[in-house]
Each structure stands twice: as structure tokens, then as C-alpha cells.
């Protein structure tokens, strides 16, 4: 079976300071990956998204950067956080293919606290 | 503007009662809808997708339907359990790798 794992799950930083959340896969092969930031009382916003290895797309324009140095891996970093960028960080993993309907699957995040 | 818009905003029922959550949108082009169920501090869970052919759809004792005229869908929750304690999430795709996720509700199932 398939498995996502995100660490750390929860994480304090200071601003300015640099930031890498990891997220891996296993059981699949050749993932479609994810990055969602869920800020309180709002929908979960797509930040990135990789259909293969070095392959990133950005949706919108911000602080982080992302990376997918393996197959079934997925980084996400910044090199100086805001205090803006607090958020709960999710990443999920999809069937690679053409078909739309494919389920998205969640890691269980990262609960990222700004001071 | 693309939105998906989720009423109530929260819930409270006894267990063993049914409930019905709503999702309106206005997105387009419309892909499928999908309703994720997220447990607190937890990844969201998927539990259905619809496409746009599609009106009804069952997983155990979650049943989604989706009307694409009115572009509404609701998600029947049947006999509730105190596990069915959670967020549910309405998720509109409208693209390759384009999503609108709704800001939930929050349901609360009590014994």
C-alpha cells in the first residue's frame, strides 16, 4: 500500500530564519506531488505542484520555493520566512496520468508557527 | 471569480441522527467535485468524486450528489458516529492541477 510522510509535524521558527519541510512517498511510482498551505478559517491554497523529478509548477507568487530531487520526494523551503508564511503545510501525492478523477492523498502536514 | 462556498459553516448533531452539508460553486470549466473529510491536526481524507456525468455517489454511510445545472452538491452523512466528528471539505477542480477547496464545515457529533 501507499504511503506520504511529512516531517516534521510541527515546527517553530524565528523571521529571517530558513525553512525545509520534506515529504516522501512510498509504495508508488512516479507521483504527481503537492504542496497546500491552510491558513485558519480559509481553504487550502495549491503552492506547488511536480508531475515528475525536477519538474516544479508554481501557482502563486510568494516567499517558498519547491524541489523534487528523487521520484518520491518533495521539499519544500524559503531562505528567509515572514511572519506571513505561518500556516499548516500539507502535502499530498496523485496517480500520474491524464485522468482528472484521480484522489489526492494527504500527508498529515506540518503546523509551521512564525515569531 | 472561481469559488466554492460551504453552509453550514459548522454542525452539531446527536449521534445516530443524519445530516446534509452543502456545497455551492461557481467554477468553470468544471472538472469533477470532490468532498474530503479532515480530522483535526490530520491530512484531508478523500471520500467521493463526481465528474460532471455523475449524480450520486456512496461511500458507506457518506452519500454525495451533485447537481451540475444548479452547480450545488451536498453530502448526505447517514446514522452519524462520534468518528464522524470532523471538517468536510468540498473541493471543485476546474483544470489540469487546478483546485478550489471550500473552507469546510466543521461537524460535531454528539453521544
Known amino acids: 500500500s501507499q504511503t506520504i510522510h511529512q516531517w516534521p509535524a510541527t515546527l517553530v521558527q524565528p523571521v529571517g530564519s530558513p525553512l525545509s519541510l520534506e515529504c516522501t512517498v512510498e509504495?508508488?511510482?512516479?507521483?504527481?506531488l503537492y504542496w497546500y498551505r491552510q491558513a485558519a478559517g480559509r481553504g487550502l491554497q495549491l503552492l506547488f505542484y511536480?508531475?515528475?523529478?525536477?519538474?516544479i509548477s508554481s501557482e502563486v507568487p510568494q516567499n517558498l520555493s519547491a524541489s523534487r530531487p528523487q521520484d518520491r520526494q518533495f521539499i519544500l523551503s524559503s531562505k528567509k520566512l515572514l511572519l506571513s508564511d505561518s500556516g499548516f503545510y500539507l502535502c499530498a501525492w496523485s496517480r500520474t496520468g491524464t485522468r482528472e478523477n484521480q484522489p489526492q492523498h494527504f500527508g498529515d502536514g506540518t503546523r509551521l508557527s512564525i515569531l | 471569480k472561481n469559488q466554492v462556498e460551504q453552509s453550514p459553516q459548522s454542525l452539531i448533531i446527536l449521534e445516530g441522527k443524519n445530516c446534509t452539508l452543502q456545497?455551492?460553486?461557481?467554477?468553470?470549466?468544471?472538472?469533477?467535485l470532490r468532498w474530503y473529510k479532515q480530522d483535526t491536526g490530520r491530512g484531508p481524507v478523500s471520500l467521493t468524486i463526481?465528474?460532471?456525468?455523475?449524480n450520486t455517489k456512496s461511500n458507506g454511510r457518506y452519500t454525495a450528489t451533485l447537481d451540475a445545472d444548479t452547480k450545488q452538491s451536498s453530502l448526505h452523512i447517514t446514522a452519524s458516529q462520534l468518528s464522524d466528528s470532523a471538517s468536510y471539505i468540498c473541493v471543485v477542480s476546474w483544470g489540469t492541477y487546478k483546485y478550489i477547496f471550500g473552507t469546510g464545515t466543521r461537524l460535531k457529533v454528539l453521544a
Open positions: 456545497c455551492n460553486y461557481t467554477v468553470s470549466p468544471f472538472s469533477n
Open positions: 509504495g508508488t511510482s512516479n507521483p504527481n
Open positions: 463526481m465528474t460532471f456525468s455523475e
Open positions: 511536480s508531475i515528475g523529478i525536477g519538474q
